[in-house]
């Protein structure tokens, strides 16, 4: 069966400092990834999707970045944090072509001080 | 472009009590519904889904029908439960839009015994 990881779970980082969230899927090959983010008591925001290794697409503008160096290995950047970048941060994946639903990892919960 | 809207919550229940979330939808192509369900401190579940006009996706006594004339997938359970507390968000996908999924804001559900 697959299962999606992500870490660390929570994270508390200082404003300026650099950021790595990953992200790996088990159990398939060649899936869709995605990163969200969720800021406190609003919905989720696409924030990145990747249709296959070194093949990223933003969907906003922000201060952050994301890298597929693997398949199955999705990870999340920012080379100085923000304030703003406080939230909690989703990956998942999907079944490429015909697959419809997304499956999400436990989330990783970011605080920016 | 393609949005979805929920009713914001929070909404507070008694147990055994009826529950309704509207959700609607604008969407530039002929979309697939979905509602997923995030509890305390967790990533989101896919919770049920509908791919087509008139389909009822269910799930754990949930149930919401695609309504393609009123462009709502609402969500309804008969009799919920306190474990049922949690942040439901409702969403659309367009296939030719790749398997992005676009989400509605949230609605918190929170069940009293």
């Known amino acids: 069966s697959q299962t999606i990881h992500q870490w660390p779970a929570t994270l508390v980082q200082p404003v300026g400092s650099p950021l790595s969230l990953e992200c790996t899927v088990e159990g398939t090959s060649n899936p869709n990834l995605y990163w969200y983010r969720q800021a406190a008591g609003r919905g989720l925001q696409l924030l990145f999707y990747?249709?296959?290794?070194?093949?990223i697409s933003s969907e906003v503008p922000q201060n952050l970045s994301a890298s597929r160096p693997q398949d199955r290995q999705f990870i999340l950047s920012s080379k100085k944090l923000l304030l703003s970048d406080s939230g909690f941060y989703l990956c998942?994946?999907?079944?490429?072509?015909?697959?419809?639903?997304?499956?999400f990892g436990p989330g990783t919960r970011l605080l920016v001080l | 472009g393609n949005s979805v809207t929920q009713m914001e919550g929070p909404v507070t229940l008694s147990e055994e009590a009826f529950l309704t979330i509207n959700c609607t939808y604008t969407a530039t192509g002929y979309p697939s519904l979905f509602w997923y369900v995030q509890y305390p401190g967790e990533g989101l579940q896919l919770l049920l889904k509908?791919?087509?006009?008139?389909d009822k996706g269910s799930n754990k006594g949930f149930e919401a029908t695609y309504r393609k004339e009123t462009t709502s997938f609402h969500l309804e359970k008969g009799s919920v439960q306190v474990s049922d507390s949690a942040v439901y968000f409702c969403?659309?996908?367009?296939?030719?839009?790749?398997?992005?999924?676009?989400f509605g804001g949230g609605t918190r559900v929170l069940v009293k015994p």
């Open positions: 998942a994946w999907s079944v490429q072509g015909s697959g419809e639903t997304q499956y």
């Open positions: 990747s249709v296959g290794i070194g093949q």
């Open positions: 969403a659309l996908r367009i296939k030719a839009a790749g398997n992005k999924l676009t």
């Open positions: 509908a791919t087509k006009a008139d």
